[in-house]
Nanobody, 123 residues
Framework: VQLQACGGGSVQAGGSLRLSCAAS????????MGWYRQAPGKERELVAS???????KYADSMKGRFTISRDNAKNTVHLQMNSLKSEDTAVYHC??????????????????WGQGTQVTVSS
């Protein structure tokens, strides 16, 4: 059971990038999926999240610029980032609250993290 993220890169201020993250493995249920980011010298912060009830949450600085979407059939979450600013430069991590079962039938509830993808915005 793992998360695999892709889509980072370098872009000029005002540009756009789209991040994607896919969960794989024998997952029984995924609750919240989302994105966090961590800039150099700063703590990791929430970017956006998407609940399995369809609810979304955004950090104030991302509202109106970023859009999170989710495909439950494919266990994927995406982050469309528009009007990027230099302060958006960070490593972006996807995460998901998942439930899966071990071979012995034991349930495991776990918060998975993707490997992180670098987003660099130049001014």
């Amino acid at each position: 059971v793992q998360l695999q993220a892709c889509g980072g890169g370098s872009v000029q201020a005002g540009g756009s990038l789209r991040l994607s993250c896919a969960a794989s493995g024998s997952i029984s249920r995924i609750d919240v999926m989302g994105w966090y980011r961590q800039a150099p010298g700063k703590e990791r912060e929430l970017v956006a999240s998407f609940g399995n009830d369809g609810s979304t949450k955004y950090a104030d600085s991302m509202k109106g610029r970023f859009t999170i979407s989710r495909d439950n059939a494919k266990n994927t979450v995406h982050l469309q980032m528009n009007s990027l600013k230099s302060e958006d430069t960070a490593v972006y991590h996807c995460n998901a609250d998942v439930l899966y079962y071990l071979p012995d039938g034991s349930p495991v509830a776990e918060k998975l993290w993707g490997q992180g993808t670098q987003v660099t915005v130049s001014s």
